[in-house]
Every structure is written in C-alpha cells, then in structure tokens.
C-alpha cells in the first residue's frame, strides 16, 4: 500500500515536472495595435505566419499570443490598412513585447477623410452600412443631423429652424421607420433635447448608418434603417473641448467636453451643450385679413416669424472604472435636460400662433457594464439601462387670434388650438442585453434583448385642483434577436438571424360620441422577424453585399397615443412588416501614390403592409390636425449612387444621387371590392423622390505655420419637386412642393495642431426658398461663426 501511494505520488512530480518544462519551453508575444493617428485598432487578425497560434485584439488595440520558443514572422492584418509583417525570435520563458503602427490604404468608405477602425468594421459587416467620421467636422456649427447629408439616400426634413421637429428620410422611409442609437442604446422617449438636430457634432466620434436590414446587436424594430451615434471613448489622460457659435436669427449654441482617465483606471467625463434662437426668419404666406375673416391664397406677404423662440440645456455626467478584470467598462451616468418652444404655427404654415408654447425637462439616470471573456474565453458581454423620467408641459390658453402680421384680435373662448395646460409625465425604462461568443474565428454567435417600459399620466393644470387622467397610457415592449456569423476569411461572410417581437398596449379609449367617456383597453401582439445578409470581395477593391429580412415595426408611443396636443395617436394602430432587400456593390482604388476613387451603388426593394402613414386632418374652425393610421400596402423601389475623388491631403471631391419611388399598392377602394383605387401606384404624399448633393473641400496645410490648416467646403442639395398630397388629386403648383437647390460655404482655420479653431459658415448662400415638411417654410440665406479650443491628449 505505501509503494503504490509511493508510486502515485513519484508520477504526480513527473507530471508536474513534465508541465512546467513544457511551460518554461514556451513564450508569450503582446502588444498594441494602432493606426498612424494613434487611434487605437480593435479586431485587427494577429498571428505567427504558418503556425496555429494567433488571435485578435481587444477594443483598446490589445493581443496576447502564447507558443513554443523559435523564430516565426508576426503578421497583422485589418480591413482598410496595408498588412505588417515581422520577423520575430521568441525565446523559451520571455515575455516579448511587439507594439505594430498600421498605415490606411484608403480602402474605406470616402465618405470619411480619417480612416478609422470602427469604420474599418462598418464595411467589413455583411449589412449595407456606412460611416461618417465626425471629427473633421468638429469645427462647424453643424449638428448631428447636418453630417448626414453626405450618405446615399439619406435626406434631413426639418419643420423649421433650431429645436423644430425633425425627421430622417432613408431610402423612401422615414420618421419613425428610422430608429436612433448612441452607443448602441435607443433613445426612445429621451426628449427633444437629444434630437440628431440638437445635439452637437463635437458629442460624436463618428455615425454609423444601417440602411434597411439591421444587425440583430441593435435589438430593434426599424423597417427603414438604424442610425448609431458612437461617442469618443479613447483612453486619453486629461482633455478639454469647448466651443462656442452665434449666427443669423440670434441663434446661440455652445459645447464643453471635459474628462480624465487616471492610472487606476477611474475615469470621468463630463458634456454639456445649449441652444438657442429666435427663429425670426422670413417666411412667404398669405395673411389673414380680420376685417373680412377671409385668407386670399393669391396674395403672398414676406412676413417675419415672431413667436417661435427655441432653447434647450443639457448635461451628461459619466464615472467609473476601465480596463479592470472584471469589467472593461463600469460608468454610471445621470443627465438632465431642460427645453422651452414657442409654437408659431401648427402642421400648416396657414394658421399661425402667438401665445401657444411647449417646455419641459428630462431626468436620466443609466448604467453601462462592458466586458469581453466574460467567465469563458470568447464571450464578451455588453449591458446598458435607464431611467428616464420627462415632463413635457402643453399650454394654450391665450385669449387673442394672431395673423402673420402680428395683429392681434380677442378670441370667443381662449385657446388658439385647443384651449389647455396639460401636464405629461412619461416614464421611459430601457435595457439592453448583448451577448457575443466567439466559438472561434470563424464562428459567432449573438445573442440580444431589449425591454422598454413606458407610461404616461396626464395632468391638467388649467385649475389651481390639479386634475390626472384616471387611466394611464402604458406599453410594455421586448425584442429578441439570436444571430449566426460565418466568416472563413476576410475575403467574404455570412449571417443569418431571427427576431421575436412582442408588445402590450393599454389606454383609454371613448365610448360615447361626445368623447366624454372612456374605458382602458389592451391589447397585445407579437410575431416572428428573419432575414439573412452577406458580402464577397470579388477583388480587394470591389465588394458586394446582399441582404434580407422579413422585418417588423411596432408603433412607436407618437403613434398610438399622440403628442397631447397637435398629433392624435391611435391606440389600435397595427404594426407595420415589410420585406426589405438590399443589394451594394462599391470599388475603391488608389493610384499614383497621391489619387483615390470610391464608386458605390445601391439597389432598395420595400415590399410593405400595414404602412403607417402620418396624414393632416381639417378640424373645425380653419384648424388643422396631424393623426396616423394604417395605409394597405406601399411598395418601395430605386436605387443610389456616390462617387468620391481625393488628391493625397489637399483635396476631396464628392456627391451622391437618389431615385426612390414609393408608391400606393393599394389595388381596390376596400376589401372586398372590385373598383380600381385612384391612388394605386401613385407615389405616396409629401415624399421627395429625387434628390441629389455634392460636396468639395480644399486643404491648405502649414498656412502661416507649421501644424496650421485652412480647410475650404462647399456643399450643395439638390432636391426635384415631388407632390405634397396624392399626385392622382392633380398635378396643380397648390398640390407640389416646387423644386430646391440650396448651397453652402464654410471656412476653417485650424491653429496649433487643432488647439485653436475658428470657422465661419454660411448656408443657403442664394436664398433660396426652402421646404421639406407640407408647406413649412425653412430658413433663408444665414451666417454662422464658431471659435473653438481643445486641451489635452488627443
């Protein structure tokens, strides 16, 4: 017995022996992988050539790679960056460091001047997307909004100047189709503050747009597309962005951004921003006489727009800890967020308000945890939720009529709409799970889900007794989405996914035709999404990709219970499905060492039922109202191309073309019947169909002295006239919206590397008369100045 436990324990120091000789056999290769602008490259492929050993780095550039003593070639290798080759000799036991700079090629997208690695992963993905670099338009006065322009098929639609409302179009969708992210998180129900048309273009590192078919990490139930906002998260040791604008119609805009992260990893961060205008721009309408009630249509004043201020205040505040073992990011974060809106005309331009307003204010608390190997290797995990509590005031109560002059004249009961002053307090709570897990580099596996709680009291505050609605308006959502990525070389990948929706509604809902009387109501619906999407480099400059999904969009809170004051929801409107295809074939080049082309086209397909369509509605005394209901079937056709020209770091020229026919597919007047509707194949209303821009910008660099930059753009939009109600009602110029061509300029002195800033803009250079939404009218010819200083580590 002692032999044998003898014997055992000789083999136990053999074994022991044994490994530690093979471990001291063995070495280990780290470093970091970054670009030329010292931006850190995520998921960049490094390996020991003809060897099994290798990996990928992580999101701060980092890899580790263990294998046996000898001498090998380390190899590095990304989309968009010429690969690195390395002779390298590992010695048994060492621990060798290999740090590599990656140099672009200039095969990215040219939509961007700066190639980065997050754009590097927009193109390499398998859905038709695209990135925008924010950062070379950090010296302008555009916002999030504005840096859209230059994606194919993408068309910003305003009701008027700063804080009005705004909307996306994307290849034929938009509105609602269109669903907004930052950093992956929905903004569902975060105020109007954090719209993309006030939030400043310093708050990005780069846009993100998914047009049509969505990845499933989004977790979303977009039929139009996804925008994702990214922030700045590089690792920097202490930093100050401050900027500020003034401009025509006494508009004032500011930003600061400043943060540390220390050596223990505590980091914090702190963006703040304003708005504000007058919004007193001229605007071309007929006026309403109050001696004869009557508004001569024939008659078109110049009048100025005299009641339609607009401010907003917001600020985020982020801290916790980076790169720990447990955790790669841990912040905690709480913005507020404060807004103010005169409302000087309702959904037309026709009636015009002077006492009716809107104000409100956010509170949002949130939670982000990131960590990659979570528990197994492979395994990276992303959780984010919020709270977001917004209180958003209606008030109309002004006891006089106004005219586009400014006359003023009592009215016979108060209220310039409807007479109110309505409280409502939404609760918004949002979470989004996103699991990874890399079986291995060929094979991926992701898991996501988001769940949104909202709820909405309203209040009237017309008596000093506050009066609450005795039924809330609630939904309950969650999408799930499971997907698989096949990808066996950098030359071409595949993924497949399934989505699972569900949602449940409640709220009240008339029973008498007095609408004096209500019961709750529920309802729940829920349905299944597929699709599949994959790319193919046919030659390392020429990609295609092709994409589809059976997709769903469930409506969103505006549409079922409205805006409490000019939009009416409908509770019972049905959720919208589409089959959406998407084909893309681009080619970039470089060539003379100096010149670069980028060629992209694009073919759309929407096939959809159930479209929700936003339509204006007559409402008694010459008012107007906005409602939404549910239009059969909708088909969605065309196509877009862009072509992009640089000379080496002086020059980029560029521009884009869109033909996009969404048309009425409804056959009959009613189910059932065999009569021809008069809108079949119509194009759908108030849908610009055709549209194009170009753009140009000159680079002078080392102007006055070394590390200076003159930077000189021009922009253009060129938008053909399209029908402002169903073109089968006639062709007259009261039922078009005429067609525009609006240009802007820009000048740029950048001082100190970047360290100074200042600009200068001027839009609408030819005055051109402007109009997106029905017959709003936008802003003349404007002129903007912005300074702007950045401290700290790049």
Same mark, same amino acid.
């Given at each position: 017995?002692?032999?044998?436990?003898?014997?055992?324990?000789?083999?136990?120091?053999?074994? !022991?022996?044994? /490994?530690?000789?093979?471990?001291?056999?063995?070495?280990?290769?780290?470093?970091?992988?970054?670009?030329?602008?010292?931006?850190?490259?995520?998921?960049?492929?490094?390996?020991?050539? #003809?060897?099994?050993?290798?990996? /990928?780095?992580?999101?701060?550039?980092?890899?580790?790679? %263990?294998?046996?003593?000898? &001498?090998?070639?380390? $190899?590095?290798?990304?989309?968009?960056?010429?690969?690195?080759?390395? @002779?390298?000799?590992?010695?048994?036991?060492?621990?060798?460091? %290999?740090?590599?700079?990656?140099?672009?090629?200039?095969?990215?997208?040219? &939509?961007?001047?700066? +190639?980065?690695?997050?754009?590097?992963?927009?193109?390499?993905?398998?859905?038709?997307?695209?990135?925008?670099? !924010?950062?070379?338009?950090?010296?302008?006065?555009?916002?999030?909004?504005?840096?859209?322009?230059?994606?194919?098929?993408?068309?910003?639609?305003?009701?008027?100047?700063?804080?009005?409302?705004?909307?996306?179009?994307?290849?034929?969708?938009?509105?609602?189709?269109? @669903?907004?992210?930052?950093?992956?998180?929905?903004?569902?129900? $975060? #105020?109007?503050?954090?719209?993309?048309?006030?939030?400043?273009?310093?708050?990005?590192?780069?846009?993100?747009?998914?047009?049509?078919?969505?990845?499933?990490?989004?977790?979303?139930?977009?039929?139009? *597309?996804?925008?994702?906002?990214?922030?700045?998260?590089?690792?920097?040791?202490?930093?100050?962005?401050?900027?500020?604008?003034?401009? =025509?119609?006494?508009?004032?805009?500011?930003?600061?951004?400043?943060?540390?992260?220390?050596?223990?990893?505590?980091?914090? &961060?702190?963006?703040?921003?304003?708005?504000?205008?007058?919004?007193?721009?001229?605007?071309?309408?007929?006026?309403?006489?109050?001696?004869? #009630?009557?508004?001569?249509?024939?008659?078109?004043?110049?009048?100025?727009?005299?009641?339609? %201020?607009?401010?907003?205040?917001?600020?985020?505040?982020?801290?916790?800890?980076?790169?720990?073992?447990?955790?790669?990011?841990?912040?905690? *974060?709480?913005?507020?967020?404060?807004?103010?809106?005169?409302?000087?005309?309702?959904?037309?331009?026709?009636?015009?308000?002077?006492?009716?307003?809107?104000?409100?204010? /956010?509170?949002?608390?949130?939670?982000?945890?990131?960590?990659?190997?979570?528990?197994? @290797?492979?395994?990276?995990?992303?959780?984010?939720?919020?709270?977001?509590?917004?209180?958003?005031?209606? +008030?109309?109560?002004?006891?006089?009529?106004?005219?586009?002059?400014?006359?003023?004249?009592?009215?016979?009961?108060?209220?310039?709409?409807?007479?109110?002053?309505? %409280?409502?307090?939404?609760?918004?709570?949002?979470?989004?799970?996103?699991?990874?897990?890399?079986?291995?580099?060929?094979?991926?596996?992701?898991?996501?889900?988001?769940?949104?709680?909202?709820?909405?009291?309203?209040?009237?505050?017309?008596?000093?007794?506050?009066?609450?609605?005795?039924?809330?308006?609630?939904?309950?959502?969650?999408?799930?989405?499971?997907?698989?990525?096949?990808?066996?070389?950098?030359?071409?990948?595949?993924?497949?996914?399934?989505?699972?929706?569900?949602?449940?509604?409640?709220?009240?809902?008339?029973?008498?035709?007095?609408?004096?009387?209500?019961?709750?109501?529920?309802?729940? +619906?829920?349905?299944?999404?597929?699709?599949?999407?994959?790319?193919?480099?046919?030659?390392?400059?020429?990609?295609?990709?092709?994409?589809?999904?059976?997709?769903?969009?469930?409506?969103?809170?505006?549409?079922?219970?409205?805006?409490?004051?000019?939009?009416?929801?409908?509770?019972?409107?049905?959720?919208?499905?589409?089959?959406? +295809?998407?084909?893309?074939?681009?080619?970039?080049?470089?060539? *003379?060492?100096?010149?670069?082309?980028? $060629?992209?086209?694009?073919?759309?397909?929407?096939?959809?039922?159930?479209?929700?369509?936003?339509?204006?509605? =007559?409402?008694?005394?010459?008012?107007?109202?906005?409602?939404?209901?549910?239009?059969?079937?909708?088909?969605?056709?065309?196509?877009?191309?862009?072509?992009?020209?640089?000379?080496?770091?002086?020059?980029?020229? *560029? #521009?884009?073309?869109?033909?996009?026919? !969404?048309?009425?597919?409804?056959?009959?007047?009613?189910?059932?019947?065999?009569?021809?509707?008069?809108?079949? @194949?119509?194009?759908?209303?108030?849908?610009?169909?055709?549209?194009?821009?170009?753009?140009?910008?000159?680079?002078?660099?080392?102007?006055?002295?070394?590390?200076?930059?003159?930077?000189?753009?021009?922009?253009?939009?060129?938008?053909?006239?399209?029908?402002?109600?169903? &073109?089968?009602?006639?062709?007259?110029?009261?039922?078009?919206?005429?067609?525009?061509?609006?240009?802007?300029?820009?000048?740029?002195?950048?001082?100190?590397?970047?360290?100074?800033?200042?600009?200068?803009?001027?839009?609408?250079?030819?005055?051109?008369?402007?109009?997106?939404?029905?017959?709003?009218?936008?802003?003349?010819?404007?002129?903007?100045?912005?300074?702007?200083?950045?401290?700290?580590?790049?």
């Amino acid at each position: 017995m002692v032999v044998r436990q003898l014997g055992l324990f000789v083999a136990c120091l053999l074994l !022991a022996a044994t /490994s530690v000789c093979a471990q001291t056999q063995q070495g280990s290769i780290s470093g970091k992988i970054i670009a030329k602008n010292k931006e850190n490259i995520s998921f960049a492929t490094v390996l020991l050539k #003809g060897t099994g050993y290798g990996g /990928s780095t992580n999101e701060q550039g980092i890899y580790h790679i %263990q294998a046996p003593a000898g &001498e090998y070639t380390l $190899v590095v290798s990304v989309l968009g960056y010429d690969p690195v080759e390395r @002779k390298i000799t590992l010695h048994a036991g060492e621990r060798l460091k %290999q740090n590599v700079v990656l140099t672009s090629h200039n095969t990215e997208l040219q &939509e961007v001047v700066v +190639v980065s690695n997050g754009i590097n992963r927009v193109k390499r993905s398998a859905f038709n997307a695209i990135a925008v670099d !924010a950062n070379e338009l950090q010296n302008t006065t555009k916002n999030l909004s504005d840096a859209l322009v230059k994606v194919p098929g993408m068309k910003l639609r305003e009701s008027g100047g700063v804080g009005s409302d705004m909307q996306l179009m994307l290849d034929g969708f938009s509105g609602k189709h269109i @669903k907004v992210f930052i950093d992956g998180i929905p903004q569902e129900g $975060v #105020g109007s503050s954090f719209g993309l048309n006030n939030i400043p273009i310093n708050f990005a590192d780069r846009i993100e747009v998914y047009k049509g078919v969505v990845p499933v990490g989004f977790g979303t139930d977009a039929i139009g *597309g996804v925008i994702n906002i990214v922030t700045k998260k590089r690792r920097r040791g202490w930093f100050l962005d401050a900027s500020y604008s003034y401009g =025509s119609f006494n508009t004032h805009k500011s930003y600061v951004n400043f943060g540390q992260t220390f050596d223990n990893g505590f980091t914090y &961060e702190i963006n703040a921003f304003q708005n504000y205008s007058d919004n007193d721009y001229y605007v071309d309408n007929a006026v309403k006489d109050f001696t004869t #009630g009557a508004i001569d249509n024939s008659k078109i004043e110049h009048v100025k727009r005299f009641h339609d %201020q607009y401010h907003n205040e917001a600020v985020m505040a982020k801290a916790g800890v980076v790169d720990k073992p447990w955790a790669d990011r841990l912040m905690v *974060g709480f913005t507020y967020s404060h807004m103010y809106k005169d409302i000087q005309t309702g959904v037309r331009q026709d009636i015009v308000f002077g006492g009716k307003y809107r104000k409100g204010h /956010s509170l949002m608390p949130s939670l982000e945890y990131r960590k990659r190997d979570l528990l197994v @290797k492979g395994l990276d995990a992303a959780l984010t939720a919020n709270y977001n509590k917004n209180s958003t005031q209606n +008030v109309d109560t002004a006891r006089y009529e106004y005219n586009w002059y400014g006359d003023m004249r009592p009215l016979r009961t108060p209220g310039e709409q409807s007479y109110q002053h309505t %409280q409502s307090d939404n609760n918004n709570w949002n979470g989004v799970l996103t699991l990874n897990y890399r079986l291995t580099r060929a094979h991926m596996f992701t898991f996501n889900h988001v769940m949104n709680v909202f709820k909405r009291n309203n209040t009237s505050l017309l008596t000093n007794e506050r009066m609450t609605d005795a039924i809330a308006k609630e939904t309950r959502k969650n999408i799930s989405g499971l997907s698989y990525r096949f990808m066996p070389s950098e030359r071409w990948n595949l993924s497949a996914f399934g989505k699972y929706y569900k949602q449940f509604i409640a709220g009240p809902i008339a029973t008498s035709t007095a609408q004096d009387k209500y019961e709750r109501i529920t309802n729940t +619906v829920s349905t299944l999404g597929y699709g599949a999407a994959g790319t193919y480099f046919i030659l390392p400059e020429l990609q295609v990709k092709l994409s589809y999904e059976k997709a769903y969009r469930l409506p969103n809170n505006e549409e079922m219970f409205g805006d409490e004051d000019l939009e009416t929801g409908s509770i019972n409107i049905k959720p919208e499905n589409s089959d959406n +295809v998407n084909v893309n074939l681009s080619y970039s080049t470089t060539f *003379g060492g100096k010149h670069s082309l980028y $060629v992209e086209g694009g073919w759309v397909y929407r096939n959809t039922k159930d479209y929700i369509q936003r339509t204006i509605q =007559s409402l008694s005394g010459g008012k107007y109202g906005a409602a939404y209901e549910n239009h059969g079937k909708v088909l969605t056709k065309g196509y877009n191309l862009t072509v992009r020209y640089g000379f080496s770091r002086w020059f980029s020229i *560029g #521009g884009n073309f869109t033909q996009m026919d !969404a048309r009425d597919n409804v056959k009959t007047i009613s189910g059932g019947s065999s009569q021809e509707s008069i809108t079949y @194949k119509s194009r759908m209303p108030n849908i610009p169909y055709m549209f194009a821009g170009t753009d140009a910008t000159f680079y002078w660099h080392n102007l006055g002295r070394e590390g200076n930059l003159l930077t000189v753009a021009y922009d253009n939009l060129y938008m053909h006239s399209f029908p402002l109600y169903s &073109e089968a009602l006639g062709k007259q110029n009261a039922y078009t919206v005429p067609e525009q061509f609006s240009h802007n300029l820009t000048l740029t002195y950048s001082m100190q590397k970047g360290r100074y800033n200042l600009s200068f803009e001027c839009r609408n250079l030819t005055d051109e008369k402007l109009y997106d939404n029905f017959s709003l009218q936008k802003a003349g010819r404007a002129f903007y100045g912005k300074i702007r200083v950045y401290f700290g580590n790049k």
